[in-house]
């Protein structure tokens, strides 16, 4: 094997090792703290498997949306509903055997879904720059859906807004 | 099943991280946990898209429809705290056990 070849395939699995054991602790970490910087490295692992899959644009999305925003609001969230001065930041579990098994049993059934499957599989698509590819779909195949989703954006910053402000005490 | 990536090695960690997302949804007493959880079931599903893009459909839609996800994810993470603030108003606590006002 070439020494670019060894190198892309280290890469790999360095952000496939990332991206599952810090997912693993997004789970199972009793400390939430914990569980939500762990959501972080799990974002970058899923933003590095992206790049991967020569899907540069959305590798850069992904970092901006999630790591810089949808994650900062979930941190916001923890601080202010938790009480630090009690330190209680911890979380605990409900039902956690049966949902281990559930999870086991449908692990399983996926592994069986994916290797039983013919998937028809090709060689890699080598896209050069999905950016232009990504923006003229939007323009014209998928329009409709992109037009909505701004509306979906309106609605839902409204919406946040109005349930999330502190009714005012009837006078 | 070799040992470069290939698209089963992308379907194996999307599957994981459903798994994982689906147990802490399952599991979490936390309500902001709990959207952790939905966070990476979401983040499995959009690495199927792109890795189904890749290696078998060879088109863009795929990416597209991962961007629409994206979108969705912050809309959801953004009124789901604004329920989680409401809730916590309310009841004082975010515990999703402690909630249960309208259960007969």
């Known amino acids: 094997m070439e020494i670019t070849q060894i190198l892309y395939v280290a890469g790999f699995y360095l952000f496939a090792l990332l991206t599952i054991v810090s997912a693993f602790f997004v789970t199972f970490a009793r400390n939430i703290m914990r569980a939500v910087f762990s959501l972080m490295f799990t974002l970058f692992g899923i933003a ?124 | 099943m070799t040992l470069s990536p290939g698209l089963y090695h992308y379907l194996i960690i999307a599957a994981l991280l459903f798994c994982f997302g689906l147990c802490a949804v399952l599991t979490r007493r936390n309500g902001i946990a709990v959207l952790m959880g939905i966070e990476l079931i979401l983040n499995a599903a959009n690495l199927n898209f792109v890795a189904f893009s890749n290696y078998v459909t060879h088109a863009l839609g795929g990416h597209v429809f991962v961007i629409f996800v994206i979108l969705l994810a912050a809309i959801e993470a953004a009124v789901a705290l604004a329920i989680v603030f409401a809730i916590y108003r309310h009841f004082h606590s975010i515990e999703v056990p402690q909630v249960r006002e309208m259960q007969g």
């Open chain 1, 48 to 171: 590095g498997l992206f790049l991967f899959l020569h899907a540069d644009f959305l590798a850069a999305t992904q970092v901006l949306i999630y790591v810089g925003g949808v994650l900062v609001l979930l941190l916001f969230g923890i601080m202010l509903t938790q009480r630090m001065v009690e330190a209680d930041i911890r979380s605990g579990r409900i039902q956690f055997v049966p949902a281990l098994i559930a999870m086991v049993i449908l692990m399983g059934f996926l592994l069986f879904l994916i290797f039983e499957t013919p998937w028809n599989v090709k060689q890699p698509a080598n896209f050069q720059d999905t950016t232009s590819g990504i923006g003229t779909l939007l323009m014209t195949e998928w329009l409709l859906p992109f037009e909505v989703a701004s509306i979906l954006l309106l609605a839902a910053l409204v919406g946040a807004v109005s349930i999330a402000r502190a009714r005012r005490p009837v006078s």
